[in-house]
Nanobody
């Protein structure tokens, strides 16, 4: 059974930074793509970033390019989302997700974590 457990959310002032972590277990993830999504109150869940577990190219939503960085630590089976220059509009519940295959896509994810809250104050 695949388990994805997010951590690292919290309250931060605009312009600050946070690093989210996603601990993955229950599978060998070398042939998976890992993604981060977010959902703000009253809005649909949206894609943030994705990366192949093997460490290939990453993909980002336009709204976070240049500010967020996704990375993996294979030894720890952990995916990170480094978020810098945070804005109030980044406030949302952030979800980690896993997708079978090698396509670094913005949809079609098979497994989801429970989410972690990120709140950015102005």
């Amino acid at each position: 059974q695949v388990q994805l457990v997010e951590s690292g959310g919290g309250l931060v002032q605009a312009g600050g930074s946070l690093r989210l972590s996603c601990a993955a277990s229950g599978r060998t993830f070398s042939s998976y793509v890992m993604g981060w999504f977010r959902q703000a109150p009253g809005k649909e869940r949206e894609f943030v970033a994705a990366i192949s577990w093997s460490g290939g190219s990453a993909r980002y939503a336009d709204s976070v390019k240049g500010r967020f960085t996704i990375s993996t630590d294979n030894g720890k089976n952990t995916v990170y989302l480094q978020m810098n220059s945070l804005k109030p509009e980044d406030t949302a519940v952030y979800y980690c997700a896993a997708r079978r295959g090698m396509l670094v896509a913005a949809r079609g994810y098979d497994y989801w974590g429970q989410g972690t809250q990120v709140t950015v104050s102005s």
